[in-house]
């Protein structure tokens, strides 16, 4: 990368990914003109420290892209949907966390450590999608295995914390478990259930064939990333967990995949930190996972099932993921393709 220092904005700069992004940008040493924090009703005139200065959080509108190079959101869909726009038109490149673009055809979905070259993709709309904390986990750890054995057939249930809902679903299951640890009535209000010492078979609403809308996203995402007729089943579960998702992964192969194989390319893997002792209880837990910006995979065993096919659990940050993986698409975009 170049000596330039890049003008940036941060849309949702108050909330968990928002503030993710910019801790990425200070780990990662990302050059950093002027930094604008933006955020839509609350958070608007929050102070928070970057780069040793105190910078003012401003009111989200169209017109405050003037200047930015490169606009990272994450504020969710509907702000994605109306201010990416606006913020292309001002000359902004927009890197967006949301699923907002992540199935438009036109708008490249990138996981740095997969698919950097789609990068590129970027000229058609002046935007760039980061898929969902879920799927870039998946595919993080798909990558190497297909690259050895091209996966045919994927059946993943990830075990996801109340942090990618957002802060008011951290708030509402810490007050759960005191409530109940104090003989007192769970109250819910984030999720259609009490989440405290539970798991909800359910993230987002429901479709017809009876999926959830986030099984049907970390799909579609996958698909779209891994590109091929790779076949993806999903079955997401809400845990409670404060923060790091973890999955079981089954990958049926079309080339015989050893476990001995699988080791070697998860191990040498970029993104990936091999995990993988049971002998001495090593293992990916979410809370060994939780800050890092590695997937970490583990319990890796053939298929009793299936010849071709292999069982693989993972743990992962599903907030600074996604936060890093943002940031990392930014690089690329400085050090290859801006000006």
């Given amino acids: 990368m170049s000596g330039k220092k890049w003008n940036i904005a941060v849309v949702g700069a108050t909330g968990i990914i928002g503030k993710e992004i910019l801790q990425c940008l200070k780990d990662r040493e990302f050059p950093v003109g002027t930094l604008k924090l933006l955020a839509a009703g609350a958070?608007?005139?929050?102070?928070?420290?970057?780069?040793?200065?105190?910078?003012?959080?401003?009111?989200?509108?169209?017109?405050?892209?003037?200047?930015?190079?490169?606009?990272?959101?994450?504020?969710?869909?509907?702000?994605?949907?109306?201010?990416?726009?606006?913020?292309?038109?001002?000359?902004?490149?927009?890197?967006?966390?949301?699923?907002?673009?992540?199935?438009?055809?036109?708008?490249?979905?990138?996981?740095?450590?997969?698919?950097?070259?789609?990068?590129?993709?970027?000229?058609?709309?002046?935007?760039?999608?980061?898929?969902?904390?879920?799927?870039?986990q998946l595919l993080v750890a798909l990558k190497p295995l297909d690259d050895a054995a091209s996966i045919e057939r994927v059946v993943v249930s990830t075990y996801q914390s109340v942090s990618s809902t957002g802060k008011k679903a951290v708030d509402e299951l810490q007050k759960q478990v005191v409530s109940l640890l104090n003989g007192k009535p769970a109250t819910a209000e984030v999720y259609p259930h009490q989440v405290a010492f539970?798991?909800?078979?359910?993230?987002?609403?429901?479709?017809?064939?009876?999926?959830?809308?986030?099984?049907?996203?970390?799909?579609?995402?996958?698909?779209?990333?891994?590109?091929?007729?790779?076949?993806?089943?999903?079955?997401?579960?809400?845990?409670?967990?404060?923060?790091?998702?973890?999955?079981?992964?089954?990958?049926?192969?079309?080339?015989?995949?050893?476990?001995?194989?699988?080791?070697?390319?998860?191990?040498?893997?970029?993104?990936?930190r091999l995990v993988d002792d049971p002998a001495s209880r090593e293992y990916p837990m979410p809370v060994d996972a939780t800050g890092e910006e590695q997937v970490h995979a583990g319990r890796i065993r053939q298929d009793a099932s299936e010849e071709n096919a292999l069982n693989i659990w993972t743990a992962a940050d599903n907030v600074r993921l996604p936060a890093c993986g943002a940031v990392q698409v930014a690089e690329l975009l400085a050090s290859k393709y801006l000006k």
Avoid at 201 to 218: H, K, M, S
């Fill in 198 to 272: 539970n798991c909800l078979p359910q993230i987002d609403g429901f479709a017809e064939e009876g999926y959830t809308r986030e099984e049907t996203r970390l799909i579609n995402e996958t698909k779209k990333v891994l590109g091929g007729n790779v076949r993806v089943t999903a079955t997401t579960v809400r845990v409670p967990v404060f923060y790091g998702d973890s999955a079981s992964i089954n990958v049926q192969t079309t080339r015989p995949l050893s476990v001995v194989k699988a080791r070697e390319m998860l191990e040498k893997a970029p993104g990936v």
């Fill in 43 to 136: 958070g608007v005139g929050e102070v928070i420290e970057f780069g040793g200065k105190a910078v003012v959080v401003e009111e989200l509108t169209a017109d405050c892209f003037t200047g930015i190079n490169i606009a990272f959101f994450a504020a969710g869909s509907d702000h994605a949907r109306e201010f990416c726009p606006a913020a292309v038109r001002a000359g902004a490149l927009c890197i967006d966390t949301s699923a907002a673009w992540r199935m438009e055809t036109d708008v490249p979905l990138v996981v740095p450590d997969v698919n950097s070259d789609a990068v590129a993709g970027y000229m058609a709309r002046g935007i760039i999608a980061i898929p969902s904390a879920a799927a870039m």
